[in-house]
């Protein structure tokens, strides 16, 4: 009946166990995967780590033009400062003034006067002019120029008033001996002039300075200069744009698109193919457009590559939560499986108390009644109660052994000892008791065993807990071998029976406290579970071990070594 309650408890409790784990522990855990597995699909499926890629990139382009564009103005306005004022200088001298700027600033193709009332003077670098398509260049800006400014020169400088930085720049291609290039041309109004003079600057930046200087390093001062740490937090993609090289280019962008593939100027590092974010520039290289891409990678295969690591992590931490949530089950089983033992034990335990106390009151009461008569009846009772008495006391030693092993104040008291004795006297004390059970007993002690240092009430309870299990879970076969040998410089203590045997998988378990056997004969018996966990401390304790040999139906051997050296503890 009470077995019966314990298993349903037990069930009842495993049953609530898993449903704490499963509602508490299993469902959030798999929610949160699932959720986060969606998640990154999502991201995979949009491509989400791309498109913030992307925007970082046009943040970069955007910088870029800005930076571009500061640097013409900025030179563009340092020349400006060089012009001749356009009154109270003589023709010759304003010409002498610009080609003056001209061989100071040899980025500068050609320079410009315009003015309304004295005329323009356009003036080209003297050591291009050799080249044929510089001097076409030449006489056909002069040219255009120069009808251009007399028409809407008016206009041009009115608008320019208007401006912050009274500058135009207008783009154009420029042929060159070494081939296809650009240029640029800036006009602005002189400073110090009252606004209703028609008078124009101009400086043509020289397309070969251009290609070959302006842009090469600014575009590797863009790409050096950490563009992403002035930006802060307005980075979308917190990490490529760190991680990877950026390469840089620059190519001529007209309204149907580009030729993104032939580059006018390209960073190092940018090798060949498209580029992934393209911008057209406006202002001062309007007709060109700044391309952009990470060397050596692209920005799909970053974004697939950080889906992969992600999806990685998530299998790792998700293996990583199965495998505590294992842990957890088994260690709260393991917990739960102990309790049910302590349940046992006490009701074991106070079982075993009860029948000895119940015997040994009968036993007294019946003496006390002056009933016997006959003397061998009376020395039986008498033996009876001793022999109760001291079941009593072996079993509370036994408790109070395992409660101090329990709080960790258990001593051991190891002392210089005839081993061969301590265990003939021991056995001594239980002869009649073996014998009269009906036991076959066989005893061979090895009596050449030099002394050793060990606690004599401790190796004694060890044996007595052997003996008395011997001889409980014995059926049919009544036998009970004890054999103490030297082998090497072990010693050894054999407790050898015929009975109900241990099967392999409980043989582990049985050192355990509280751990009994499933067999129906161990059901019928009494005991606590402690004698096994009480003989396996103490043979640890004299730094030996303790083994069980045994067969189901057949029998089992116990088997403690001990140490001959003496034991340190
Ligand atoms: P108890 O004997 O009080 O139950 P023990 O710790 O001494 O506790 O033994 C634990 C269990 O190991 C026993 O309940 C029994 O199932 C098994 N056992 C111990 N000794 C033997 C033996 N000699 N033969 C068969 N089973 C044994």
Request: glycine share 6%; proline share 4%; hydrophobic share 40%.
């Amino acid at each position: 009946m009470r077995s019966k309650r314990n298993k349903f408890w037990s069930h009842d409790n495993r049953f609530r166990l898993m449903l704490t784990l499963g509602l508490a522990v299993l469902l959030p855990a798999a929610a949160l995967i699932y959720v986060n597995f969606e998640h990154l699909e999502s991201i995979k499926r949009d491509k989400k780590v791309e498109a913030l890629i992307h925007r970082d990139f046009q943040y970069v382009l955007a910088v870029s033009e800005k930076r571009l564009n500061q640097k013409a103005y900025t030179m563009t306005e340092e020349v400006r400062g060089l012009f001749p004022s356009p009154d109270n200088v003589t023709e010759s001298d304003k010409v002498k003034k610009l080609d003056l700027v001209l061989s100071k600033n040899p980025w500068l193709a050609h320079v410009f006067l315009f003015d309304r009332e004295k005329g323009f003077l356009f003036r080209s670098q003297p050591e291009q002019m050799s080249d044929t398509y510089f001097r076409e260049e030449h006489k056909l800006m002069a040219e255009t120029y120069s009808g251009w400014f007399g028409m809407e020169g008016k206009m041009l400088v009115d608008g320019m008033h208007k401006k912050s930085r009274p500058i135009n720049f207008y783009t154009g291609p420029a042929k060159r001996a070494s081939g296809e290039a650009y240029m640029t041309t800036a006009f602005f109004v002189l400073p110090q002039l009252s606004k209703d003079r028609v008078v124009l600057g101009g400086i043509s930046f020289d397309p070969n300075y251009l290609k070959q200087t302006f842009f090469p390093e600014m575009l590797d001062e863009l790409i050096t200069q950490k563009l992403t740490e002035e930006k802060g937090e307005r980075l979308a993609s917190s990490c490529c744009l760190d991680m990877y090289i950026l390469a840089m280019m620059v190519y001529p962008a007209d309204d149907e698109g580009g030729h993104e593939d032939k580059p006018l100027v390209a960073s190092a590092g940018w090798s060949k193919g498209k580029p992934e974010v393209s911008r057209k520039l406006d202002d001062v290289f309007r007709g060109l457009a700044l391309g952009i891409k990470f060397q050596g990678t692209s920005v799909d295969a970053i974004g697939r590559r950080w889906v992969l690591q992600s999806f990685l992590i998530l299998g790792v931490l998700s293996l990583l939560m199965i495998g505590g949530l294992v842990l957890t089950y088994r260690s709260v089983s393991k917990e739960m499986a102990l309790a049910h033992l302590k349940s046992d034990f006490v009701s074991n335990v106070s079982h075993e108390l009860r029948t000895p106390l119940a015997l040994i009151r009968l036993y007294a009461e019946t003496l006390e009644l002056g009933r016997i008569t006959t003397q061998e009846k009376k020395e039986e009772y008498y033996r009876i109660i001793r022999k109760e008495s001291e079941r009593l006391t072996a079993l509370i030693n036994n408790i109070l052994d395992f409660s101090r092993i329990e709080a960790g104040r258990k001593e051991y008291d190891f002392r210089e000892t005839d081993i061969a004795e301590l265990v003939r006297n021991t056995l001594d004390a239980y002869r009649y008791q073996i014998e009269q059970q009906g036991f076959a007993f066989e005893q061979s002690i090895d009596p050449s065993i030099p002394a050793v240092r060990v606690d004599r009430e401790a190796i004694a309870r060890a044996l007595v807990n052997l003996v008395n299990n011997a001889l409980k879970y014995s059926a049919d076969e009544k036998f009970l071998g004890v054999k103490l040998y030297r082998a090497n410089d072990l010693l050894k203590l054999e407790v050898v029976d015929r009975g109900i045997g241990i099967t392999r998988r409980e043989q582990s378990k049985i050192f355990e406290k509280f751990y009994r056997t499933g067999d129906p004969l161990v059901h019928n018996t009494k005991g606590s579970g402690l004698g096994l966990s009480l003989v396996r401390h103490i043979t640890h304790a004299h730094g030996g071990e303790v083994e069980v040999e045994s067969t189901p139906g057949k029998g089992s051997k116990f088997i403690l070594s001990l140490p001959l050296a003496p034991a340190t503890q």
